[in-house]
């Protein structure tokens, strides 16, 4: 049986089961709801008691002291956040004001979860009454008095205002100062002489609008007159010479204390006394003006005014100089007058004159006469002294500086950046080494004006521009005057330009020439390209082209006024137009005309084809030739084998040439000529076989008989031609018909001069042409 108590065994188990549980994981639990309760309603009146309730419900494994953080707000600004493991909790408001209004929420957080409640309007209706607060009701104008407007129950930020209502039933708003709680003091002063009355509101600005108060009470406000205007007397007058003696009183007739008065002019203070002053002095000619008394009490103020008149005796003194344009060792001349205006009363016997230069006293003379130098520039000055018939007083003049101008220097004329381009614009520079500005520079150009410039400033260039020149001869007629005075007449001359100038002068057009010939070149030569200007500034760079090609063929900067490129060994691909162009320290490029270069065949080359053509000219007759002795070597050799055949009967007819034109005129077909025909029987081989036979047939001649020759035909030269006529037969005496067909071989001679026009024919010494024809039977039997 345990003895231990049955508590301590419960708390000792609840631990156990909650160790266990931390040791298996994370604890389940959910927000079920969150509830935002108003009490004793959603909308109250101001100054009563409400409660804000705001309940949790949370579903959980048995998780021991659940804690849960609330957080309250209104409008989503933060008004009251706790933290506890109760389900609920309540926040008061007491009592309710009108800024207690608005739209609360109230957000649950259980460890890493969180939900809020439905938003929930409380309305907080009526505003407490301000009270007015005011330290002096029977102020003095304008004099200054604490008023306070306050609503002490009220939250939040007012605006308070403040407000003066008249007996005529007017209202004006005189104040509104800056927000700063629940009451608000300030100051004021009424410029009204009178009675009226004071009050004061408010005005708090909440989600819903604006929501404005009830106006305090009002409180009975005299404005009682401040009489202090001071009164203010000017002696003798306030109409007076210089050096007149004036006195001027100023006081104030008042009960009242601590007043001070005070004389100003030009809002400078003269003097200052309580209640009452007197300032006295010596007119003087910058005394004339306005005099101001003003009396002050507080902050109030009254003030008086009084016009004062101060009469010149004199004039203030001149000083003078000559003249007007001081050059270093030029002798000037300083002069101080006056004007008398009084002249009853002062005259010139009794002015003094004195001169100053820096402060210190030159002469007592009116005039002072000097050299220009450095050391006499400074500042002038002059003082004229009189006595009146009641006292002595002086003026000075105004302040004359003088520094002696140096003489401009002889100017010099060049050209911006040294160096001038022929044909285009340039600028020129005019200037001085030493001079006084403003120094005016004036430009001549050839034959006319060309600019002024005046240089005033110290870094100030004179600088020209002008148009182009063409010729380095016209820069000589440049000249540059430089003047730096207008009283004075002198000028100075610039020098020539053209001694300091560095002249440029463009290329002119290059000319593309060739050498050794113009036109026509020959392969093998070397060939010379010149590029050559007539005028340009050297060195001058050349560039030659090909129009065939986009890169330079080559480059040169020449001294001289012509660059050369050389072409060695020139070949067909040389051929072509070429170019070239040029340009110098212009920077202008020129371009030449293109010259076209035609590049012959070499002299070798054209010997060796005409060697080439006359070799194949002779191998033409060399074949020819051999071609014609073949011919007639075949000829004979087929005569020789038709005479010779042994299975034809070989017929010859020896013709005189009239008998062969009588023949002529029967066969039309074989006029003027003798024709022997031959029909081959059979193959070649035939023939041949028949040529080999030992039988060898005596030829057959047979008698053809010639016709009358037609007279339409021309004459037919005579001469001695034979006609052999063989006609060749079968073995059994029946003509043969040719397979191949029939072919005639025809030999003519003539006479000498005739054969001596168609060629050399010596084996026909004889001037006989014999002409071997094969007919068939027919023909041979006809002819019989």
Not at 88 to 93: A, K, P, T
Not at 621 to 650: C, D, H, M, P, Y
Request: some cysteine.
């Amino acid at each position: 049986m345990d003895s231990r108590p049955p508590h301590l065994l419960l708390l000792l188990l609840t631990s156990l089961l909650h160790l266990w549980q931390c040791a298996r994981g994370q604890s389940s639990y959910i927000i079920d709801a969150v509830g935002l309760t108003i009490l004793p309603s959603s909308t109250v009146q101001s100054g009563t008691w409400v409660t804000l309730r705001c309940q949790v419900s949370v579903s959980h494994d048995n998780i021991p002291h659940l804690t849960h953080t609330f957080h309250l707000t209104r409008d989503d600004v933060p008004v009251h956040s706790s933290t506890t493991t109760e389900d609920s909790v309540e926040y008061e408001l007491s009592p309710a004001r009108a800024a207690d209004s608005g739209y609360y929420e109230c957000r649950v957080t259980v460890k890493d979860k969180s939900r809020a409640s439905f938003s929930k309007k409380l309305e907080v209706t009526g505003l407490q009454t301000p009270v007015l607060y005011v330290d002096k009701t029977t102020p003095y104008e304008s004099e200054e008095f604490i008023v306070a407007c306050s609503a002490p129950e009220e939250k939040g930020s007012l605006i308070f205002r403040f407000y003066q209502r008249f007996r005529s039933g007017e209202s004006q708003k005189i104040k509104q100062p800056a927000s700063t709680g629940n009451s608000s003091e300030t100051t004021l002063s009424l410029r009204k002489v009178g009675d009226s009355f004071l009050y004061c509101d408010y005005e708090i600005n909440l989600v819903s609008g604006p929501r404005r108060s009830n106006r305090s009470r009002e409180i009975p406000v005299i404005v009682k007159g401040l009489y202090i205007s001071p009164i203010m007397n000017v002696l003798p007058s306030s109409t007076v010479f210089e050096g007149d003696v004036m006195e001027v009183v100023c006081k104030v007739v008042s009960p009242l204390k601590n007043i001070e008065v005070f004389l100003t002019k030009d809002r400078r203070i003269l003097k200052q006394a309580p209640v009452s002053l007197s300032h006295r002095f010596t007119a003087q000619e910058g005394d004339s003006g306005e005099l101001v008394c003003k009396a002050e009490w507080g902050n109030v103020q009254k003030e008086t005014y009084q016009a004062v008149t101060v009469k010149e005796l004199f004039s203030k003194p001149r000083l003078t100089v000559e003249p007007v344009d001081i050059f270093e060792r030029d002798r000037f001349k300083l002069t101080c007058s006056v004007s008398i205006y009084v002249p009853e009363r002062i005259n010139n016997d009794t002015m003094r004159f004195s001169i100053y230069r820096d402060n210190l006293q030159l002469t007592s003379a009116e005039t002072y006469i000097t050299v220009a130098d450095p050391a006499k520039n400074g500042n002038y000055t002059c003082k004229a002294q009189a006595a009146s018939l009641t006292s002595s007083f002086e003026k000075e003049s105004q302040t004359v500086v003088v520094k002696a101008k140096v003489p401009v220097s002889k100017p010099v004329l060049s050209v911006v950046g040294g160096t001038l381009v022929l044909g285009k614009r340039f600028q020129l520079l005019c200037h001085s080494d030493s001079g006084t500005l403003p120094i005016v520079y004036t430009l001549y150009g050839p034959n006319r004006l060309l600019e002024v410039k005046a240089v005033s400033k110290p870094g100030e260039e004179a600088i020209f521009n002008s148009s182009a020149v063409y010729k380095s001869s016209d820069l000589n007629s440049f000249l540059c005057h430089a003047k730096n005075s207008q009283h004075k007449t002198t000028v100075t001359e610039s020098g020539k330009l053209l001694r300091s100038t560095n002249i440029i002068e463009p290329v002119s057009r290059p000319v593309l020439s060739l050498r050794p010939s113009m036109g026509d070149v020959s392969e093998g030569q070397d060939v010379t390209l010149v590029c050559s200007v007539q005028r340009g500034t050297l060195p001058i760079s050349f560039t030659w082209y090909h129009t065939q090609t986009e890169d330079a063929l080559h480059s040169q900067t020449s001294k001289k006024l012509e660059g050369s490129y050389r072409i060695k060994d020139v070949r067909g691909e040389h051929q072509g137009k070429y170019y070239c162009v040029c340009t110098n320290p212009a920077n202008e490029t020129q371009q030449s005309y293109p010259m076209a270069i035609t590049v012959k065949m070499a002299g070798w080359k054209k010997g060796l084809i005409a060697v080439f053509c006359i070799l194949l000219i002779l191998a033409l007759i060399l074949v020819l030739i051999f071609k014609r002795r073949l011919l007639q070597f075949k000829r004979k050799t087929t005569g020789e084998l038709s005479v010779k055949s042994a299975n034809t009967k070989v017929e010859r007819l020896s013709l005189t040439q009239s008998e062969v034109n009588e023949a002529a005129n029967v066969t039309p077909g074989m006029m003027g000529k003798s024709v022997w025909s031959e029909h081959v029987s059979g193959s070649e081989s035939d023939d041949q076989n028949s040529v080999i036979s030992p039988e060898k047939p005596e030829p057959q001649y047979t008698e053809v008989q010639a016709r009358q020759a037609d007279p339409n035909r021309a004459p037919v030269k005579k001469g001695t031609d034979t006609v052999y006529s063989e006609v060749r037969n079968s073995k059994q005496g029946v003509p043969e018909q040719a397979d191949g067909g029939s072919v005639e071989y025809a030999q003519l001679n003539h006479d000498a001069d005739h054969h001596s026009d168609h060629g050399n024919h010596g084996h026909h010494s004889d001037h006989t042409d014999e002409i071997d024809s094969s007919v068939d039977n027919n023909t041979a039997d006809h002819g019989e």
